[in-house]
């Protein structure tokens, strides 16, 4: 099941460029771990990007992160980065960022992308409260103060913040300069803009995006409007 569950995220096992099974970890006592991670996820370089520890379907896997914290450690000592790693019963899997952010339960197995586009923000991220907002997109003092509390908010490892702003005080402006923080930031290198009609999705392409942030950040960003019911995705960026 953990291979199927790999090959969905196109890591095929049978490409050993691309992952391998029971690798050895140097430098490792081999009790009570026997000295191996399960799994090993490799970049086209051949440096380790991730590692799965699998267990049996009747062990919460979650009792597997001391055993991945140090098998990413040991790892770190001969390649450029830490990896990251996943932990998996073959029914539940958890993806863990080690001095990063909490491991959290994820519905798959991330690609090489996803996984690459994590590291990039790792390696290249600064602190949201060091990025200037752009007094061109928002000049008022409650939009600047909404702002910084998202940043504070994310700089605490939250993962989600609401912003309740009445009609005519700017919500578009104020999420575009948002968006743009994010971005120069290095936060992020995707957004999400979800709307529920689809004239608000034109609102948000015409009087946001296109105004306020028509160029790429970050070495090509996408942003992806989505609206529904009809669920139509809609590319704003270049990709």
Known sequence: MFDLALEKARWYLRDHTQAWIEIPVDVYDAKPWNGVTDYCL???????????EAKKTTIDPRQAQAQAEYHVTEIERHQSFR??????NGI???????????????????SLEDLENLLFIRQQ????????INTRIVDRAYQHEAIRRVSEAF????????IVMATGTGK???????????????????????????????????????TFLPDDHAGGCSVIIWTKPNACMRSLCRP
Not at 42 to 52: C, D, L, T
Not at 92 to 110: C, E, Q, R, T
Not at 184 to 191: G, H, I, S, T
């Open 42 to 52: 490799f970049r086209p370089n051949g440096e380790v990007i991730a590692a799965v």
């Open 83 to 88: 990896p990251f790693a996943f932990l998996t």
């Open 92 to 110: 539940d899997i958890y993806f863990l960022d080690m001095g990063v952010s909490p491991k959290h339960l994820v519905a798959g197995f991330f």
């Open 125 to 132: 991220g600064q602190p949201l409260a060091t990025i200037p």
């Open 155 to 162: 700089a605490q490892g939250k993962c989600m913040a609401l």
């Open 172 to 210: 578009t402006r104020t999420t575009m300069a948002l968006i743009d923080v994010f971005m120069r930031a290095n936060q992020a290198r995707r957004m999400l803009f979800v709307a529920d009609r689809d004239a608000l999705v034109e609102q948000a392409k015409s009087d946001g995006f296109e």
